[in-house]
């Protein structure tokens, strides 16, 4: 049951980090409850033994938010959850639309020391294979400075460095179409009536709908 107990506190850690990254970053009990899929009733009862464990607090207006431990214990299951990603699509082959839900379960294995051998083994990588940026031992992060494909002007060179939308179907279609992170692309044209793109990639011209240009980053 302590187990359970704790990979359930990590979890409520990670969605609340994540929910913090968005632009609009007040998260109340109810988008944290829509977030991880459970009742606002349960929700709020973990939110309080958290708030007695220093990890959250409630403001008077009823947001909820990491308070710094917590924050730095977010950063470090953000850490373990990307390394583990980078492991599986580099040393075991998984496709990137695979690792997300294997690494969910690695990410609650807390051994420190087997994280800094695994980050070791694999270079010191400091983006998963999403793009994503890798987090240091001591929680830091490094903010990626990116634009979205489709705000940038025609004859601009560009290289993919993250994605705003890592759904499977998304990460399928661009399995589908040969991008990745690290593909370099030239904007030849940019389509008045819908916004879609027409882009060069490796001598080839491909046609970008607006939505999915939206969820390429690249160099800002």
């Keep these: ?4 107990a704790h990979q ?9 980090y994540k929910l913090e990254q968005r632009p609009v970053k007040k998260v ?10 459970l009742n606002p009733a349960t929700v709020l009862e973990m939110v309080r033994k958290m708030s007695e464990r220093g990890l ?12 710094d431990n917590g924050r730095k214990k977010a950063l470090q299951i953000v850490r373990r959850h990307r390394i583990w990603e980078v492991f599986l699509v580099d ?9 997300h839900e294997i690494a969910e379960q690695l990410e609650h294995v807390e051994s420190e020391d087997l994280i800094k051998r695994l980050e070791a083994y694999l270079g010191h990588p400091t983006v998963d294979p999403h793009g994503d ?9 490094k903010k990626l400075k990116t ?4 705000t940038a002007p025609v004859k601009t060179r560009l290289t993919i460095r993250s994605l705003a939308n890592t759904s499977d179907d998304f990460l399928r279609y661009l399995d589908k179409i040969g991008l990745s992170i690290g593909a370099k692309l030239e ?30 980053l690249t160099d800002a």
């Design 8 to 16: 359930s506190e990590e979890n409520y850690l990670k969605a609340l």
């Design 56 to 67: 959250l607090e409630t403001l008077g207006d009823k947001t909820i938010q990491l308070t």
């Design 187 to 216: 904007i030849l044209e940019i389509e008045d009536f819908d916004g879609s793109l027409t882009v060069l990639f490796e001598k080839k011209r491909l046609t970008l709908s607006k939505e999915v240009a939206e969820n390429l």
């Design 1 to 4: 049951m302590l187990h359970f």
């Design 91 to 99: 040393k075991l082959q998984y496709k990137w639309n695979e690792v």
């Design 28 to 37: 109340n009990n109810i988008a944290l409850a829509k977030t991880l899929e």
């Design 133 to 141: 940026p890798i987090p240091d031992e001591q929680g830091r992060i």
């Design 147 to 150: 634009q979205p494909l489709g």
